[in-house]
């Protein structure tokens, strides 16, 4: 007999969710692995036809589907979703239940209070530490892609002229942290990526971890570029620093 999992939440900030379904929606959905290693998901109408195109499942539920049953035995209550997610867990026969560490606590204590023992686990797919080579192709797709990003970025600073008090000008007009970090993501949304948070930060910003950068930039001074954007299609990320300078690198 299988140990059962589950998981709520969305896919796309859930990576255990996303590795176990491959199938990316920002709404929460339910996976449930049974006690014989069946792998379920539950979605919504909305997402249902999507999910049976997509999604890597043994079998795939509507909500509305497992509600009808639901209210079946009672028809004079409503049900939220944790009531049927307890309801769609007694179908499956299970009591216990291994979850990520980050399963949610209201559903988690409304769980136990019905007698489903929950395990949190704080590594919940150990394998996803190894990578097959399917997905060492994406991430290195997405290292590939989050490069031409930086190339953009690098290549307007470089092509930039050096104004009055060292001011970076662009076309005649001051080069900034957001116009570079406009120009990168321009470039990253051509090839396929989501960008997320770029760091374009100059002088003293690019002393401040995780600043992202605003205002004008400056010749001979360094600026920091951060680039770390997701691939729309696989999910894979990229990941780049760089620093530069355009003109003379102070001491």
């Not at 509507?62 to 049953?69: A, L, V």
Request: charged fraction near 20%; charge should be negative.
């Amino acid at each position: 007999m299988d140990e059962a999992r589950l998981i709520y939440a969305d896919s796309e900030s859930s990576a255990d969710l996303f590795y176990a379904t491959r199938f990316f929606t920002p709404d929460p959905f339910l996976y449930v692995r049974d006690l014989q290693g069946q792998n379920h998901i539950v979605v919504t109408s909305l997402e249902i036809d999507r999910a049976r195109r997509t999604a890597q499942a043994d079998t795939i539920h509507n909500w509305n589907d497992i509600k009808n049953r639901w209210q079946i035995q009672k028809p004079e209550q409503t049900a939220d979703t944790n009531t049927l997610i307890l309801f769609f867990l007694q179908e499956l026969g299970i009591q216990q239940v291994k979850t990520p560490h980050d399963f949610p606590v209201l559903t988690a204590d409304q769980l136990r209070k019905a007698g489903v023992e929950i395990l949190p686990e704080e590594i919940f797919w150990p394998q996803r530490a190894i990578k097959t080579p399917e997905e060492i192709l994406h991430i290195e797709a997405a290292l590939t892609v989050t490069g031409l990003g930086m190339e953009a970025g690098i290549s307007m600073i470089q092509n930039a002229t050096i104004g009055q008090n060292g001011l970076l000008m662009h076309e005649g007009h001051p080069l900034t942290s957001e116009r570079v970090r406009g120009e990168i993501h321009a470039r990253l949304v051509r090839e396929g990526a989501s960008p997320h948070h770029t760091i374009v930060a100059g002088g003293p910003q690019g002393a401040d971890p995780h600043e992202q950068g605003e205002g004008p930039l400056y010749a001979h001074t360094p600026i920091i570029l951060d680039i770390f954007p997701r691939m729309e299609k696989t999910g894979y990320w990229g990941d780049m620093t760089r620093t530069l300078c355009r003109g003379e690198a102070p001491q």
